[in-house]
Nanobody, 124 residues
Framework: QVQLAESGGASVQTGESLTLSCAAS????????MGWFRQAPGKEREGVVT???????QYADSVKGRFTISRDNTKNTLSLQMNNLKPEDTAMYYC??????????????????WGQGTQVTVSS
């Protein structure tokens, strides 16, 4: 099993920045695909960004140019730098990981492990 723990969520104003962090423990591996997903009230959980074992990334169109993902395999940590936040970014953000042979895409069905989430609220 892999355990994921997010932190860094907060209530901010439009245009501000925020950094989310995820600490992984258990049977962790640098070969895992990792990423961030989010879910707003009444909506489906959607992919924000993924990063594979080689460092290749895939961002949702809604966050391109504003969010940046990074991973430190030695420390087993994952970060999400969020700039120029907008009200539509308001959601519960989840750290995620999937096994190497599964697609590393913005599809929740491929995720094998989830964190418990950290709330991000952006007010106008």
């Amino acid at each position: 099993q892999v355990q994921l723990a997010e932190s860094g969520g907060a209530s901010v104003q439009t245009g501000e920045s925020l950094t989310l962090s995820c600490a992984a423990s258990g049977y962790t591996s640098s070969a895992y695909c990792m990423g961030w997903f989010r879910q707003a009230p009444g909506k489906e959980r959607e992919g924000v960004v993924t990063i594979d074992s080689a460092g290749a990334t895939q961002y949702a169109d809604s966050v391109k140019g504003r969010f940046t993902i990074s991973r430190d395999n030695t420390k087993n940590t994952l970060s999400l730098q969020m700039n120029n936040l907008k009200p539509e970014d308001t959601a519960m953000y989840y750290c995620a990981a999937s096994l190497p042979l599964l697609p590393c895409t913005l599809v929740a069905a491929y995720v094998g492990y989830w964190g418990q989430g950290t709330q991000v609220t952006v007010s106008s």
